[in-house]
């Protein structure tokens, strides 16, 4: 069982709206999974945070685990769709690439590390819990790496020489900002979301290449 940080419930229900349950659990969840760590909180620990029941808990949840992976996907959510509103914004069709990149970046980072709780349980705390959340997590990179592939197709569009095979291209620099997202995770003291925006820049464009397809110009990109 956690330490008690958290005042465990001593019997009297918390009064709460309908509804109320799943998002004291959420809270809960988000506050112990970040602090102390996933594999050492318990459903016992989450309801003592939560003043809940336990039967309550497994009402909303079928395991921890389906806690857990709620948790993750509010923020994956969250995290696309401020990328799929930044391409609606204004100048973002006429922008030049870079441009682009970084805006549709800096909505993304925002948003997915506006509470450093969230960002812990979402890009460190669900890294080797099961084979089931491997494969959820395949599935959200699935949908990122389409989102990007059509943002590689239009830069190659605009004639970029986007360098070596799209595909691949395209998997690197999503695996690239999972690993930069979960460095942040872990840390303390979290990295400020404009340098994870510049280095997500960066990147993308090293691996886009310049418009006019010249490998200086990529060895340039890199090295900066």
């Known amino acids: 069982m956690v330490d008690v940080a958290v005042e465990l419930w001593n019997g009297a229900r918390a009064a709460r709206e309908p509804g109320g349950v799943r998002a004291q659990l959420m809270a809960a969840g988000r506050t112990l999974f970040a602090v102390y760590g996933y594999a050492h ?14 039967r309550d808990f497994y009402r909303e949840f079928a395991s921890r685990e389906a806690l857990l992976v709620d948790l993750y996907d509010d923020v994956a959510t969250r995290g696309m769709r401020a990328s799929e509103v930044e391409l609606t914004a204004e100048g ?30 979402a890009f460190v705390e669900v890294l080797g819990v099961s084979r089931e959340m491997d494969e959820h997590l395949t599935m959200w990179r699935s949908v990122w790496t389409e989102f990007l592939t059509q943002e590689a197709e239009r830069a190659r569009g605009r004639g970029h020489g986007v360098d070596g095979d799209l595909d691949v291209v395209v998997k690197v620099l999503t695996r690239s900002v999972d690993e930069l997202l979960a460095h942040h995770g872990r840390r303390p003291r979290q990295v400020p979301p404009a340098w994870l925006t510049s280095e997500f820049t960066r990147l993308s464009m090293a691996m886009i290449g310049p418009a006019d397809g010249s490998a200086a110009g990529v060895a340039d990109a890199v090295s900066g």
């Open 41 to 54: 909180t318990s459903v016992q620990d989450l309801c003592a945070a939560a003043h809940v029941e336990v």
């Open 92 to 121: 973002m069709d006429t922008c030049p690439t870079e441009e682009r990149v970084r805006r549709l970046f800096d909505a993304y980072v925002r948003a997915v590390t506006r509470d450093p709780q969230e960002a812990r349980v």
